[in-house]
């Protein structure tokens, strides 16, 4: 195992990190800036694309500001008793499933 590697304590997702490691370890020195490009570019793309749907959801929420502002007080109730009701169901649910895994 090249010298690098062993720096790396185990955790669940070093196995792919460590295969990439290797990988890359066995290239030949002429294809080190190629490859360092190529992962380069992928990673800033990622990058962008979380940037992209933090933007999205940001906008979402933004739209639904207000959305119930013409409701009457009793139908607003009624909505925040039924988001009441769900969550403690959900909840229930989770704490049961959980009990068996």
């Known amino acids: 195992m090249p010298e690098i590697l062993k720096q ?4 669940e997702d ?6 990439l490691l290797e990988e890359v370890s066995l290239l030949p020195e002429t294809s080190l800036k190629d490859m360092y490009h190529l992962v380069h ?9 979380e940037a992209n749907d933090l933007q999205r959801s ?12 013409d409701w009457d007080d009793n139908d607003f ?4 008793d039924d988001i009441y009701r769900r969550r403690s169901q959900n909840s229930r649910r989770e704490r049961h499933e959980g009990m068996f895994d």
């Open 77 to 80: 109730q009624a909505f925040l």
């Open 8 to 11: 790396y304590e185990p955790k």
């Open 14 to 19: 070093m196995n792919w990190r460590l295969k």
């Open 41 to 49: 570019r992928y990673r800033l793309g990622l990058d962008a694309e």
């Open 58 to 69: 940001k906008e979402v929420t933004l739209s639904l500001a207000g959305a119930w502002q």
